[in-house]
């Protein structure tokens, strides 16, 4: 259903431009969910911003259903903002304070042209209810309610619209660990009825283990490994993929969790040479810091750009 191919994002940067995308291609079928990870910095939210051309691509291709994105105006660029829909890691950030609930999910049908005022009414509370929310909701403001009633508005203004795919960034990354499951459930649910898609952006892996069919792992504006979540957790063959599978705490929040790799993820504005992942990599080679490895098919849906995989 998307389709990205070669995307590239800058950002203006005091040493020079800032490559937050780097060339990335991916894809999400219909009903599929894709998990976006690596460490914070790495460009996954740019790159989840720049589908929705939230953040403005300098170069590459997106496509849904085929149809180039960049070409849509119009009721089709509206169609479009209609079946790709955003959920922010604040929402609170993103819903306007001063506007009832109501307010806010009537205004994103309206906006749409979405069925008159009383359908756009009921729609409204069967949105609310099913996400979770108390009637009332829609008479109250984004102040009253928790950070995890805040999420569930977050993604009842997404699912209000219908859309195919949700892009979901960091979703559950500001909750308490047991808002986060009631949250993650929610969106598996949500996503069996009504048929949708997700590319769920987290620097948490066992919350992409948790939700994902398959998983992308980005490294400093490049996607470095890619594969169904069960080989990408039991069999990952890139040395950061290792690094970050082995990281990955055991289910206990007391429990201190582990530096993810040995050293700081570099700047994007000097990306190194060669594999950028050659500095912290202990299994780095000479051609390393000099050659670019692409990305292979190690494996049917298994792909990789490592120089020993
Ligand atoms: Fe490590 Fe070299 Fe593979 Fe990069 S290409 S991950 S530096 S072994
Ligand atoms: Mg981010």
New binding site residues.
Partial sequence: MLSVEGLEVRYAHRDGALRAVDGVDLTVGRGETVGLVGESGCGKSTLGKAILRLVEPIGGRVAIDGVDVAGLKGDRLLAFRRRVQFVFQDPYASLNPRRTIGEILDGALAVHRLGDRPTRRHRVREILDRVGLPADAVDRLPHEFSGGQRQRIGIARALVLSPDLIVLDEPVSALDVSIQAQILNLLVDLKREFGLAYLFVSHDLSVVRYIADRVLVMYLGRI?ECADHHVLFGEPR???TRALVDAVPLPDPRRPRAAIVAGDIPSAARPPS?????PR?????G???D?V?SMREIAPGHAV?????
Avoid: K, T
């Fill in positions: 470095v890139h040395p950061y060669g594999c950028r992942f050659h990599c202990p299994l780095a080679i051609r390393c810091a050659e490895p750009a490592c120089h020993l995989a």
